[in-house]
Nanobody, 121 residues
């Protein structure tokens, strides 16, 4: 069984910074793309940033130049440095990995449980 565990959320003032982490535990033969999503109250879940296995990153326009996604393949872990936080960044943040558990299996999506980020004005 593979589980994704997020950490690093919390309450921060506008203009502050946070670093989110998401680590995969359990057997994972290969991890392809990794991504962060977020869901604000009353809104749909949205893609914030994603990173390929080779480290190529893409960002939503709303977070460019403030969010930095990265990964450590040796640790099956993904990070997101969040700077210059704004109240509108308040949301539950979810990590998502495309994981192949065995050499013969196909990739499927795994999700973290979500972690709250709250930005006060």
């Amino acid at each position: 069984q593979v589980q994704l565990v997020e950490s690093g959320g919390g309450l921060v003032q506008a203009g502050g910074s946070l670093r989110l982490s998401c680590a995969a535990s359990g057997r994972a033969f290969s991890i392809n793309a990794m991504a962060w999503y977020r869901q604000a109250p009353g809104k749909q879940r949205e893609l914030v940033a994603q990173i390929s296995r080779d480290g190529i990153a893409n960002y939503a326009d709303s977070v460019k130049d403030r969010f930095t996604i990265s990964r450590d393949n040796s640790k099956n872990t993904m990070y997101m440095q969040i700077d210059s936080l704004k109240p509108e960044d308040t949301a539950v943040y979810y990590c998502n990995f495309a994981i192949r558990r065995l050499p013969t299996s196909t990739y499927r999506d795994y999700w973290g449980q979500g972690i709250q980020v709250t930005v006060s004005s």
